[in-house]
């Protein structure tokens, strides 16, 4: 059987379980503040988030496309089979490792890094398309620091507006209205994250001349789609406890505001076509509500946490990358 299509088939499922475990990772960020104010019970949660993202990434294909063509150029890509497979097996081990700690990281960072380093591994630094891979991580930088602000932002301006209401009522009426927002956060993060599934993918194809331009087909989007929808119904309680609970005591009221902030930096990153971490933006969101709401009630030390392995994600996954580029260029 003709090697490449052995590696291309590998590539698929590799992708198909990235976004699957994706799914569980960072899916669970998207429904933690809605579980932890009880406005949905876990199960319930999970399934809302599964059919949610399951439409969201069937909505768009703008990402994808930036991840097919703006890192690398999947034409020119030298061994591309083998880069694309190498990052995949680095993202994947990354995701897991940090999803066993309980650490919300980014699946962004771990497999653009993992592009980047399994190419220069295969080509040198060259290899790299510096123009879109600059723009990308702008978008990388920049969303959780806008993130931070906005739900800093909408949530004092919550305080303003409901600051004479009844507090049992309004915990009540946002409890209710949390579902709404769990919903639209969980879209987002489809619209966003199951994309970059489909432009590894895609990018596999254009490097073992299968298709010949970015356009996503539909086969890869549909079965990208499913891969995410079906790993969020497997949950990820572990991170769900520590963006839900361990960076600050979440009420319904800040629940909305995080929930609302993050859905609207998601959709407005995928709107201009850029990926960005759904993880960062999130808990970004939350940390801006938090210091919003009480500056001593955030903790801080889980923040740092995060923050350490947000830095350390994107280069780490490279270097996990080349080598495992390395080691399957002495293969085949």
């Known amino acids: 059987m003709d090697p490449i299509f052995i590696i291309t088939i590998l590539i698929v499922i590799g992708a198909l379980a990235f976004d699957f475990i994706n799914g569980f990772h ?23 988030a599964a059919v949610m993202n399951f439409v969201g990434a069937m909505t768009f294909t703008g990402v994808a496309k930036t991840i097919t063509k703006d890192i690398v150029d999947p034409f020119t890509l030298q061994n591309g089979s083998l880069v694309i497979l190498a990052a995949l097996i680095a993202a994947i081990f990354w995701n897991l490792l940090t999803w066993y700690y309980g650490i919300p990281s980014s699946s962004s960072h771990a497999i653009i890094g993992s592009i980047a380093g399994a190419a220069i591994a295969a080509a040198g630094f060259s290899a790299l398309n510096y123009q879109g ?15 931070f602000a906005a739900g800093f932002i909408v949530y004092s301006i919550f305080k303003i507006v409901f600051k004479n209401n009844n507090l049992t009522k309004t915990n009540r009426n946002f409890r209710l209205f949390q579902i709404f927002t769990a919903a639209l956060q969980s879209y987002t993060h489809g619209t966003n994250d199951a994309q970059k599934a489909m432009g590894i993918i895609t990018m596999a194809l254009i490097a073992n001349d299968y298709v010949t331009t970015t356009d996503i087909p539909f086969w890869v989007q549909f079965s990208c789609a499913l891969a995410m929808g079906l790993g969020t119904s497997v949950g990820g309680w572990k991170i ?24 609207m930096i998601i959709f407005g ?4 076509h850029l990926p960005v971490s759904t993880t960062h933006v999130i808990s970004s969101s939350i940390l801006g509500v938090g210091s919003a709401h009480r500056l001593k009630g955030v903790k801080w030390g889980t923040a740092q946490r995060m923050l350490i392995t947000w830095v350390i994600t994107l280069p780490i996954s490279a270097t996990l990358a080349a080598i495992t580029y390395f080691i399957l260029n002495a293969f085949f």
């Open 26 to 48: 960072d899916t669970a960020n998207a429904i933690a503040t809605s579980v932890s104010t009880k406005a949905l019970k876990p199960r319930h949660a999970i399934i809302l």
């Open 133 to 147: 891979f600059l723009k990308i991580l702008q978008a990388l930088i920049f969303s959780p620091l806008i993130a």
């Open 240 to 263: 769900i406890k520590t963006v839900g609970g361990k960076i600050m005591k979440i009420r319904p009221i800040n629940g909305v505001a995080a929930d609302l902030t993050g859905a």
């Open 269 to 272: 990153a995928t709107y201009i």
